[in-house]
């Protein structure tokens, strides 16, 4: 494959020789408008002095970077530079950036043998594997994009998108998603490419925006020709969205992205639950959450109440909750709740004030009980038998009602939607207990013995989304 030939030949000159910077703490969410005149080097590094090796025909310089008329320039001249007949520019991100959503709106230079890029990148200069997303525009056809990830210096690749427009001639967004086992490109807000599994990259990354030229490789960049002018890429804004962090912009694709999921507990993804631990929910609760009651074994999740005191609770108990905020769509898990007074097993959404509920009461778990919460106050509960054994709970939340479904069945709505919850989320697994709510839950009783609430699988699937799984109730 004479293209991935020349893609490796590329990246591996690319960063062997690139200063490593010293490596910083993960960055907020930003949006960079460039609209101050001037480059913020707090955010930036100009690279200056050097070249990727010998495919480059081009030395970096900083003198080919400017800020003006509210865009980043980057520029290939035929200006001399170090031991190089050209001269080519790059600035990147001082911080490392981690899942998330990465975004530009980029003006491509045009010239065969060039190259305008955004993209990320880590790798054996900075002391980490090679990990790397990227959007190249090749100056031979802007036209088209090439996008394409690299793990651990395998490629995935790379695969050409047909642009909307002649990205040379006019402004095009570029956006890219990077989720746990996911990534997505976006251009102008339309999907253009997903990668999953063992093609998505694990590693915080450097962002980049570069424009550079070779002599060498012409069987994918083509043969270079310098056009008798200086080219230049333009980018009018660059962002990038801390996964669980909300856009920042109006049309950012940060806006509109699903996070559905599928986890079956092969291990548990600590990139997508947060643990419990260390606390308790106030003076209802008889135990503290102890990360030690949450383990993953044979493909479930198990959730324990053990008699175990910690601080001033005699019990502990466990609770895992998603690290980000989900929204309408549908809800599933199969799972098999506890026996025993005075316990609880649940799987629910929560936010302040609001909440949507499926619980397993120990008093009594031969039913679920269904409920939502409007600012502390219940709506629509209703109680619904159960078989014994593991059971498929799910709800569907829209706008106007919450559905709710057991194995599959369609068991109890909530329509009210003056009430309903209206607010993103997080969504919890957990089992406790309580000595005080006996009008709920039933006296407490000590168990005698460590209780296990099992969960086989648990889904997430946003409006919109195909279905994820046979037998999903998003597939009806």
Not at 366 to 390: I, N
Request: glycine share 10%.
């Amino acid at each position: 494959m004479p293209r991935l030939t020349a893609i490796v030949a590329l990246v591996l000159g690319l960063f062997t020789l690139t200063p490593a910077l010293p490596a910083a703490a993960a960055s907020p969410s930003f949006i960079d408008r460039f609209d101050s005149g001037t480059l913020d080097t707090t955010r930036w590094y100009v690279s200056d002095g050097w070249n990727n090796g010998a495919h480059q025909n081009c030395q970096f310089n900083k003198n080919n970077v400017r800020v003006a008329s509210g865009a980043l320039t980057i520029t290939f001249d035929d200006k001399a530079y170090g031991d190089r007949s050209y001269s080519c520019a790059e600035v990147q991100s001082r911080a490392r950036l981690g899942y998330g959503t990465f975004e530009t709106r980029m003006k491509a230079g045009k010239g065969s043998g060039l190259n305008s890029a955004f993209f990320s990148y880590i790798g054996p200069v900075h002391n980490q594997p090679w990990d790397e997303i990227d959007f190249e525009v090749l100056g031979k056809d802007t036209a088209k994009v090439e996008v394409n990830s690299w793990v651990n210096g395998t490629s995935s690749g790379g695969f050409p998108v047909t642009l909307p427009a002649d990205s040379a001639s006019t402004y095009v967004d570029f956006a890219y998603v990077w989720e746990p086992g996911r990534l997505r490109f976006f251009v102008n807000g339309q999907l253009a490419k997903t990668l999953t599994g063992a093609q998505v990259p694990t590693h915080e990354q450097i962002l980049f925006a570069q424009i550079w030229g070779s002599d060498t490789l012409s069987s994918w960049m083509g043969p270079f020709t310098y056009p008798g002018h200086p080219v230049e890429a333009s980018y009018d804004y660059i962002a990038y969205t801390k996964l669980g962090d909300p856009c920042q912009f109006s049309g950012s694709v940060a806006c509109s992205v699903t996070t559905s999921f599928v986890d079956d507990f092969d291990t548990l993804d600590t990139s997508r639950w947060y643990i419990s631990d260390g606390w308790n929910n106030g003076a209802k609760q008889n135990c503290t959450w102890d990360r030690q009651q949450v383990a993953v074994s044979g493909g479930m999740l198990n959730l324990s109440f053990a008699k175990k005191t910690i601080g001033d609770r005699q019990y502990a108990c466990a609770e895992i909750q998603s690290r980000l905020r989900l929204g309408y769509g549908t809800y599933e898990a199969r799972l098999k709740g506890v026996a025993g007074s005075g316990l609880m097993s649940a799987m629910f959404t929560y936010v302040t004030g609001e909440a949507i509920d499926i619980k397993v009461m120990g008093r009594d778990p031969s039913k679920v009980k269904l409920l939502a919460w409007d600012d502390t106050a219940p709506l629509g509960e209703r109680l619904v038998p159960v078989p014994e054994g593991f059971v498929d709970v799910g709800m569907v939340w829209s706008a106007t009602k919450v559905d709710f479904y057991v194995n599959g069945t369609k068991v109890h709505s909530i329509t009210d939607a003056t009430r309903l919850p209206k607010l993103n989320a997080n969504l919890f697994l957990n089992i406790w207990g309580s000595d005080t709510l006996t009008e709920h839950m039933g006296p407490f009783t000590d168990p005698g013995k460590t209780l296990t609430f099992q969960v086989d699988r648990v889904a997430y699937t946003a409006p919109g989304v195909p279905c994820q799984f046979t037998g999903s109730i998003a597939c009806a």
